[in-house]
């Protein structure tokens, strides 16, 4: 579903989805779809997911980015699952780069979403982008590093690619309003 909104689904995609016989997508995902006449059967988490591919046959999953990037492919493929194709949409943060309109090709990549990693390694590194989740927040991660003694700028990315969607630049150790649980924190490291 690439960040989430439908407009931004290859029409690979969605000539899929409007074949589906059993489509699945998480709840979000589910709302935006069906806003287009496409019935889906909405899961809230992956463990659903895994529910309704043990009594179907042929189901398509509708996930947000790109299902290789600390995505739901990898998880399925533990738990069993054969996976006849993988269609990628773009992710969270190719659309916040491309807003940011920065190259990305030097950033290194975190995902605290749903993860434990640590956070340290930012010191070592210049630029990071990094997905949060409802712990994890920009808030959190803006205070950690500056506690670490990283400073430099931070992006944060909330509701990507959705009528709500709010982009705030900072410094890092600024006290970021969490908007939503929906966010991608890019990090400039001003630091040697």
Do not use: C
């Not at 909330?158 to 890092?172: A, C, H, V």
Request: net charge neutral; aromatic share 8%; proline share 2%.
């Amino acid at each position: 579903m690439g960040p989430g909104n439908i407009k931004y689904l290859s029409i690979y995609a969605l000539d899929i989805i409007k074949t589906s016989k059993h489509l699945v997508a998480f709840g979000r995902l589910s709302k935006d779809v069906e806003k287009v006449g496409i019935k889906t059967q909405a899961v809230n988490t992956v463990k659903e997911v895994l529910n309704i591919i043990s009594k179907e046959e042929n189901v398509d999953i509708l996930a947000s980015g790109d299902p290789e990037f600390y995505g739901i492919v990898e998880y399925l493929k533990r738990n069993g699952v054969e996976i006849a194709e993988v269609v990628p949409g773009i992710s969270s943060f190719q659309y916040m780069m491309a807003n940011l309109q920065k190259s990305w090709q030097k950033f290194k990549f975190m995902s605290l979403h749903g993860r434990e990693e640590d956070i340290k390694q930012i010191k070592q590194g210049k630029d990071f982008v990094i997905l949060t989740d409802k712990i994890n927040t920009p808030k959190e991660i803006s205070r950690k590093l500056y506690e670490l003694g990283v400073r430099g700028k931070i992006y944060v990315g909330f509701n990507l690619s959705y009528e709500n969607e709010k982009i705030i630049t900072g410094r890092i150790g600024d006290s970021i309003e969490d908007i939503s649980k929906l966010s991608v924190v890019v990090i400039e490291n001003e630091m040697d």
